[in-house]
C-alpha cells in the first residue's frame, strides 16, 4: 500500500503521528511529530497538515490521540471526555466536511465499541488507520477513473489544475493531482499548469513540489493569467479538487476556483472535480449552506517578512468559494464518474 519513493502527508510512527510540515515547502522536507490531540488540533488549524481529505485522517488521529489522553475505566466518564475532544477538532476549520465525517465515523466506532475503554481504544486506532488507508486507495481510484473522464486528444493533453489538490492534500497520490498523475503515467500527459494560489500560495509550494518529485512538468501561473492561457489554446482540460461538495454537485473549492469555472465555461474547456465521496456533503441540499472559512489578513498583506499594503485600509481574506453545478462538466470520485445532477445516487454508496 504505502510505497518508498511516494509522498504521504500522514504516517503513523513511533506511537506518534508524523505529518510533514507543509508550511515549510518547498524549502524544507520536515516532520512535525504529533502525539497529543490539541497538538493535532493546531496542526490543522495552521495549516502545517491542510487538504480536505488530510485534515479528516489528521482528525481521527487526533481522536485516538485524545482517547489516549483520557484516564479513566468508565465508559461513561470516557464517551464524555471524547466529546470534548471531538468539539476542539471540529472547531480547527470550517468548510472541508471530510473533517466532520472521519470524526463523525470516529465517535459513531467509540458509541458501538461494546468493551472495556481499553478496547475501544484500540478500535479506534484500527479505525484511523483504516481511514489513512482507505483514502490512499480512493485517491488511486479517482486517479484511474479520471482517465475516463479527460479528452482523448490527439498527442498529449495540457491540464490545468488551482490550489494543492494532491498527495499533500489527502493520504497520498492526490485526488486533482491523482488524475493528473495517471495520466502522466499512462503517457497521456503533456504538461500541467499550476495556478499558484494567492494567498497561500499552495500551487506555487505544493503542487509544483510535487511534481518535480514526480518528474511532471509544470508550469506555475499566476492565478490571473489562466484565462489568457485558455484564450492561447494553452488549456485542455481543468481539474480540481474540492472541499465540501452538495448534493447538487455545487462544489467549495480553494478561493479562486469558481472563477476558473467561469472562464472554462466562457472558452468550452471541460472543468473537472475530483473528490472521494467522503467530500460529499448529501445533508446539504445545494452550496448556498456550505460555510466558507476566512482566515488571518496577514495571509494577504505579508509574504515571508515582506508587508505589502500601506497601512490604513481593510481585507477580507475567504479561503474558498463555490462553484454552481452548472459550471461543472463531471465529478471524478472512486465510483466513477458522474455529472452533478447524478451525483444523489451516490448517497448509499458513501462510508458511514
Ligand atoms: C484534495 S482537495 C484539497 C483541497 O483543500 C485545499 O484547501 P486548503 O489548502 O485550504 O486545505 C484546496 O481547497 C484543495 O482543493
Redesign the pocket.
Known sequence: MFQTNQVYPIIWHNDSVSLIDQTRLPNEYAFVEISRSEDMAVAIKT?IV????A?GVAAAYGIYLGAREIHTDNRDEFLQDLENVAQMLRSTRPT?VNLFWAISRMMKVAYETIGTVDEIKKALFQTAQAINAEDLQTCQDIGNNGLKALPTQPGQLTLLT????GAL??AGY???LGVVRSAWREGRLARLFADETRP?L?GAKLTAWECVQEGIPVTVITDSMAAHCMKQGLIHAVV????RIAANGDTA??IGTYSLALVSKAHNIPFFVA?PLS?VDFDLADGSQIPIEERHPGEIYQIGDTILTPDGVEFYNP??DVTPAELITAIITENGVFAPSELKQQEARKAA
Open positions: 495549516m491542510r487538504g480536505a481529505p485534515i472541508a488551482h490550489c494543492n489538490a492534500a489527502t492526490g485526488t486533482a497561500r499552495q480540481v479538487g474540492a472541499d473549492n480553494k473528490a467530500t479561503a474558498f
